[in-house]
């Protein structure tokens, strides 16, 4: 499905979401409404990027809507690994868009004053993405290995990525 296609129908299943069981929930966000940002072909298979709701953004992993492949039990999670480092996943399913994995970014969203400020942090979030791993957790890798440790035991966090990449954002 192209890129487009799919972000279409992600954005239809959670427009539909935010106007029925999520709508006036407290933890939204009134500034902010659903958006479908940077969605790019991932792995052959896949399509990521980021989802901007009243309530959460998060990284997304779209398939074959008629594919099972990222369908995950409600206590599971799955593990991907791009090139900033390794991310838990949990799964959901809706009609529009089939079954999609996510990565909840910020929850609630209550840090974000309007629409452009959320999709100028999701346009960062996919680019970051793709960027390898650096900085702090690379003097970590260096440690680990004047160490005599593996350096593949030095993961990369969340927080951790979007400290490094957001950290001048505040304030």
Do not use: H
């Not at 991310?87 to 309007?114: H, I, L, N, R, V």
């Amino acid at each position: 499905m192209p890129p487009t296609e799919a972000a279409g129908a992600l954005t239809a299943a959670f427009e539909r979401i935010a106007a029925t069981r999520m709508a006036g929930l407290p933890m939204n966000n009134p500034a902010l409404r659903v958006a479908a940002i940077g969605f790019r072909p991932w792995q052959d298979a896949y399509l990521v990027g980021v989802l901007i709701t009243p309530w959460a953004i998060n990284l997304m992993i779209l398939g074959d809507r008629t594919a099972g492949d990222l369908r995950l039990a409600a206590d599971c999670r799955r593990t991907w690994e791009f090139p900033s480092g390794r991310y838990d996943f949990m799964g959901g399913e809706e009609p529009e868009c089939g079954a999609y994995q996510f990565c909840s970014m910020f929850s609630p969203t209550f840090e974000f004053a309007d629409q452009a400020a959320a999709e100028t942090i999701a346009a960062d979030i996919v680019e970051a993405l793709f960027v390898d791993a650096s900085g702090g957790e690379a003097e970590q890798r260096e440690a680990a290995r004047l160490a005599g440790r593996s350096t593949l035991q030095v993961e990369t966090s969340r927080r951790g990525f979007l400290r490094g990449v957001f950290s001048g954002l505040k304030g």
